[in-house]
């Protein structure tokens, strides 16, 4: 199962998610890293986990 949003090509830090989450909502990829680093370490948002699964199910950028 994959989502339709696509990993970032240019945007890309590890796997270019935080990147394509920021291009498909039209969003300043900074700030988006900001508050995915931020959420990440409070204890209620397993940061890592959620990265990692979002990871498998974002499309890889080079598919259409």
């Known amino acids: 199962m994959k989502i339709n949003i696509h990993r970032s090509a240019n945007n890309r830090v590890i796997a270019g998610v935080i990147g394509g989450i920021a291009e498909h909502f039209n969003w300043n990829t900074n700030v988006t890293r900001l508050l995915f680093v931020i959420l990440a370490i409070t204890p209620m948002f ?19």
Do not use: F, H, N, Q
């Open 46 to 64: 397993p940061g890592i986990i959620a990265y990692l699964v979002l990871w498998l199910l974002m499309k890889d950028p080079t598919e259409d």
